[in-house]
């Protein structure tokens, strides 16, 4: 649960938000590149991190909109094996080493 909303990563169909048991939002093959979900990281109430096959962005909660952070920062296809965030940027683990992608986000 992020804010009051119920946020569900699948392995075929994409991401799912819902609010008072109802579908609100949908992230399948007309947002993204992969419906693989890996990871669901919370960054606070307004975003969250997702990592699929073949991609590591954010949704905004509050405008149910995608964000692509590997092909905005110009490493679109990277191979990862994992992520983590913190307050300053995006951590990857790749199959020869850790990358570190600085980021600001806005704060709602």
Known sequence: ???GLL???TFQQGLFIFKNQKIIA???ENALKSTYIRKIIRQNDY???IGTDAEIGFIDLQNLSFTDFLSQVGLSGVAYKDFCIDEQGLWMGLS???AFL???MQES
Do not use: A, M
Request: proline share 6%; glycine share 16%; no cysteine.
């Open 7 to 9: 946020i569900v990563g």
């Open 47 to 49: 975003t969250i991190w």
């Open 1 to 3: 649960y992020v804010n």
């Open 26 to 28: 949908h992230f399948g």
């Open 96 to 98: 020869d080493g850790i």
């Open 102 to 104: 600085p980021y600001q």
